[in-house]
Structures are given as C-alpha cells and as structure tokens.
C-alpha cells in the first residue's frame, strides 16, 4: 500500500507564500511519476507541476515561473513551493504518485487527501 500526505496548506494574502509537502510511504517498487494536482469547486482537477521518472518538470502554464516541485528521494518526500500566490490558486491540492509496488508490479495511481489552500486579502 502507497500512503500519500500532504500538508502546508491554509489561507494567504495575494503575493504571499506556501509550501505544501508530501510525505509518501510504503513499499514501492518504482515510480513512474510524482507531482501536484489541484481542484477548484466546479473546475475539473488539473496538474500542477510533476516530476517524471525519466527526469525533468512539468508545470500547468498559469503556474510556470511560480511554482517550483522538487522532492527528497532519502526522506521520501515531494514539494512544492508556491510563490506570488493568486486569487486563482485557491484549490485543493493533491499530491499524486503512480507507482507500482511489489505486492503488484502493476502501476497504479495514489492520492494524498487533499490540502486546502485559499489566497484572499
């Protein structure tokens, strides 16, 4: 079993900061992608940015410049820092992994809970 975490959320002003944090855990065997989701009430779920297993980044548009996703493979650990933080960033935030794990060797998508994050003056 793959056990997403995130935390850091909460409320800031425009232009203020955040980094949220995602604790990961259980036996994975390999890992295919790791990254941020987010949804807005009425809005379909999008990536935010995403580290793939062959290497790089990639990052929604609206957020390029902004947000930096990096992780910490020795303390199993994803993050993303946000920065000049919008009106428009207010979502949920989900931290996301498709791994597979030994128990399978199937590849298959895990989600954190969610982290609210709400930008407002």
């Known amino acids: 079993q793959v056990q997403l975490v995130e935390s850091g959320g909460g409320l800031v002003q425009p232009g203020g900061s955040l980094r949220l944090s995602c604790a990961r855990s259980?036996?994975?065997?390999?890992?295919?992608?790791m990254g941020w989701y987010r949804q807005a009430p009425g809005k379909q779920r999008e990536l935010v940015a995403q580290?793939?297993?062959?290497?790089?980044?990639n990052y929604a548009d609206s957020v390029k410049g902004r947000f930096t996703i990096s992780r910490d493979n020795a303390k199993n650990m994803l993050y993303l820092q946000m920065n000049s933080l919008k009106p428009e960033d207010t979502a949920r935030y989900y931290c996301?992994?498709?791994?597979?794990?030994?128990?399978?060797?199937?590849?298959?998508?895990?989600w954190g809970q969610g982290t609210q994050i709400t930008v407002s003056s």
């Open positions: 996301h992994t498709v791994a597979s794990t030994h128990s399978t060797d199937v590849y298959r998508d895990y």
């Open positions: 259980g036996n994975i065997f390999s890992t295919a992608f």
């Open positions: 580290i793939p297993a062959g290497g790089g980044t």
